[in-house]
């Protein structure tokens, strides 16, 4: 039977969970590692209520036992997809099982009284991209000009007054299925905006970088590093020349850090990883929050303790829960 006061929602293998595990370990903190990628299958809920207790229990195929009522805290680090049992063939009974699936667990987890990191409504809510950028400029960040549209002659007519290689564009969401960088546009790719009308495009104002800044913020810690890819023959997009750029710790001015802040509590967070762009005259330009970006890379290139800093988070909540 495991009593754990931080439940850890992640898959096994997942480097980020291992390594703040590892710290809570060393520390003789209580905590647990979940897969609800198994759940149904071969992972069982039960979860009891009447007037006088409540009751629930996440089993796992190893025998692994988890009151979920005696948890404190839960890191929703990177959740799988449900598995549903192989046996359930038709499409139409496939989709009963998940939904009632998913009522089930997300019900149970969001009646507990625990602190999430992060909370998985404001996480979704944070994802979308025009709701991260109307919440910067809210908190007086400086955001580049934006259009999102699928409509081919707006995106034309922002084109042609940004001007072409002063136009970038990108998707909402990649996947490692479907993974595409931030584009500069070229005048040869002019002719292809009408495939805009298949699905909307973020068409963005070019943001030249003096230096890139990817800031990783728990509660009230901040962990800025720069990285120094220009002029390696990319310079839109840092991850695709990650393995060759410079990358320091730095401080950032005490407003803009202050902004950023005020942007997660706006978003009802306590975790996220934030792109932003120092230009060469000194603006810091917003371009996005991931609330569930990873931050080991950040870590193994600068030295910076943030696994470190995510344990004891963690940590003091539980500790804080625990006493309430």
Not at 65 to 90: E, F, H, N
Not at 220 to 241: C, E, N, P, W
Not at 287 to 294: C, S
Request: proline letters at 5%.
């Amino acid at each position: 039977m495991t009593d754990g006061v931080i439940l850890v929602i992640s898959a096994p293998g997942d480097r980020h969970a291992e390594a703040v595990l590892a710290h809570l370990q060393h520390a003789h903190v209580a905590a647990q590692l979940v897969d609800i990628g198994s759940y149904p299958y071969t992972m069982s809920l039960t979860s009891a209520i009447d007037d006088k207790m409540w009751s629930c229990l996440l089993a796992t195929s190893d025998g692994t036992v988890v009151r979920l009522t005696d948890c404190r805290v839960i890191w929703c680090r990177r959740p799988r997809a449900y598995t549903i049992d192989p046996r359930i063939q038709q499409p139409r009974h496939k989709l009963f099982a998940l939904r009632e699936s998913s009522e089930a667990l997300m019900g149970t987890l969001s009646s507990l009284d625990v602190l999430w990191v992060n909370d998985p409504f404001s996480e979704w809510a944070a994802e979308q991209k025009i709701y991260q950028l109307r919440t910067a400029r809210a908190v007086g960040l400086t955001i580049p000009r934006t259009l999102v549209t699928n409509e081919p002659q707006r995106a034309r007519a922002f084109i042609d007054e940004l001007g072409v290689h002063r136009s970038v564009y990108k998707c909402f969401s990649a996947t490692p299925e479907d993974w595409r960088e931030t584009r500069i546009m070229r005048s040869d790719e002019l002719e292809l905006l009408d495939n805009v009308r298949y699905a909307p495009v973020i068409f963005q104002e070019y943001v030249q970088a003096g230096v890139d800044l990817r800031v990783t913020i728990i509660g009230d810690k901040t962990f800025a590093a720069a990285i120094h890819s220009q002029g390696l023959g990319y310079d839109v997009d840092y991850r695709m020349t990650l393995g060759r750029a410079q990358v320091e710790p730095t401080e950032l001015p005490s407003s803009v850090n202050r902004r950023l802040h005020a942007l997660m509590d706006r978003m009802n967070l306590v975790y996220g990883a934030i792109d932003l762009r120092r230009t060469p005259d000194g603006v810091y330009v917003f371009l996005e929050i991931n609330p569930n970006g990873e931050f080991l890379f950040i870590e193994e290139f600068t030295g910076q303790p943030i696994a470190a800093g995510v344990a004891q988070f963690l940590t003091a909540c539980a500790g804080e829960r625990s006493r309430a």
